[in-house]
């Protein structure tokens, strides 16, 4: 694996932390680096949709499972990075914020700091992912079949 491809997955990691998080998590990352340069909308916010596909069993053909909202945003910190971000729901700043911290993440300088930022979410997030786990582990079915004695 390359540096650059190494450094693709880190910015894909943290952007699916970003999408995870809830405003009042991003406003207290956003207070770690204020005051921020000048922040300016490349793409301001906005909501719409995206086809979500599916497949059966995970491995079938895919097809088109239906619409899901999405909202959208770009911005550019200063003279650096654009940042983007793009999160399910109707949420113009809540996706502001993440493409805001996206672009801050990009500057190597920020980066280390923003990853300390990230930790708390990251840690909410596999939290909720192990409580989902647990709730539907509690649903499954095992099913076997028995041998009947008679012939």
Do not use: C, H
Not at 4 to 11: A, V, W, Y
Not at 50 to 66: K, W, Y
Not at 99 to 118: C, F, G, T
């Amino acid at each position: 694996m390359t540096a650059d491809q190494d450094l693709t997955e880190q910015r894909q990691a943290a952007m699916t932390i970003l999408a995870g998080a809830t405003q009042k998590e991003l406003d207290v990352a956003l207070e770690r680096f204020a005051p921020l340069p000048p922040v300016r909308d490349l793409r301001p916010p906005e909501s719409g949709l995206a086809m979500v596909r599916g497949r059966i069993g995970g491995d079938g053909a895919p097809f088109n499972l239906g619409e899901a909202t999405v909202t959208r945003a770009a911005v550019r910190v200063g003279n650096g990075p654009t940042g983007v971000a793009y999160l399910l729901g109707r949420d113009p700043k809540r996706a502001r914020a993440a493409a805001i911290l996206d672009a801050l993440w990009q500057d190597a300088a920020l980066r280390p700091a923003l990853e300390d930022a990230l930790k708390p979410i990251r840690l909410r997030l596999a939290a909720d992912a192990a409580a989902e786990a647990e709730r539907t582990k509690a649903t499954k079915v095992d099913f076997f079949t028995m041998v009947r004695g008679e012939d």
